[in-house]
């Protein structure tokens, strides 16, 4: 069973610039989570998609954004990056979601310049 | 708003020795919680969760936890470490519906030393 893809592995961007990062959950999961990890705050809880919907929200502001589509893929999308964007940006999938056990995948590497 | 605190951000040992590392959370409802282990150049994995029922958990790799409400605590323990532990360890937490994402603390590093 294929675990959780994230693409791209690595990007590089500039301040002012959007970016979109894409996750495959594994198959069968219909609940998509998004988790940003930098050295100093740790994870911090994104957003949650279930069956397309987006079921929970973070305390992020409005430039992060995500969707889900019918096949359960997800893409987060970050506008007018920040230097303080620059973090590693996982994805997690789980069946039901709702606190169940989650899957994790390998994370985008986002550096902003 | 929830809040995950882990005490101790590296700890060292030696193979054999027993490990506890702490973790205490904040939050006033019911709880789900969580150990997850992040072993070097790998994917965060779930070791262990407590959602209701026998407060003793038990993980896998040998690895438990016991979720002490009166303390709001869910300390991860192992009777004997062996080299391959070595890996970040982070405590998460999410209200008992299950209705929010997950808190997690800023995770403990452990080195095993052989």
């Known amino acids: 069973k294929a675990g959780v893809t994230q693409t791209p592995r690595y990007l590089i961007k500039t301040r002012g610039q959007q970016v979109t990062l894409s996750c495959s959950p594994i198959?069968?999961?219909?609940?998509v989570s998004w988790y940003q990890q930098t050295p100093g705050q740790g994870l911090q809880f994104l957003f949650e998609?279930?069956?397309?919907?987006?079921?929970n929200k973070g305390n992020f502001p409005g430039r992060f954004s995500g969707r889900q589509f019918s096949n359960s893929r997800s893409e987060m999308n970050v506008s007018t990056l920040e230097l303080g964007d620059s973090a590693l940006y996982l994805c997690?999938?789980?069946?039901?979601?709702?606190?169940?056990?989650?899957?994790f995948g390998s994370g985008t590497q986002l550096s902003v310049l | 708003a929830q809040s995950v605190s882990q005490h101790n951000h590296h700890v060292i040992l030696s193979e054999a020795a027993s490990l506890e590392l702490g973790c205490n959370y904040s939050y006033g409802g019911t709880v789900n919680l969580f150990w997850y282990v992040q072993y070097p150049g790998q994917h965060l994995q779930l070791l262990l969760k407590y959602f209701s029922g026998d407060p003793l958990v038990k993980g896998i790799k040998g690895f438990e936890a016991e979720f002490i409400k009166s303390k709001f605590s869910f300390n991860l323990r192992k009777p004997s470490v062996q080299w391959s532990d070595t890996a970040e360890y982070f405590c998460a937490v999410n209200s008992g519906g299950g209705a929010d994402g997950l808190t997690f603390g800023k995770g403990t590093h452990l080195i095993i030393q052989p």
């Open positions: 198959s069968g999961h219909r609940s």
């Open positions: 998609y279930f069956s397309e919907t987006q079921r």
């Open positions: 997690a999938s789980g069946g039901t979601g709702s606190g169940e056990k989650l899957f």
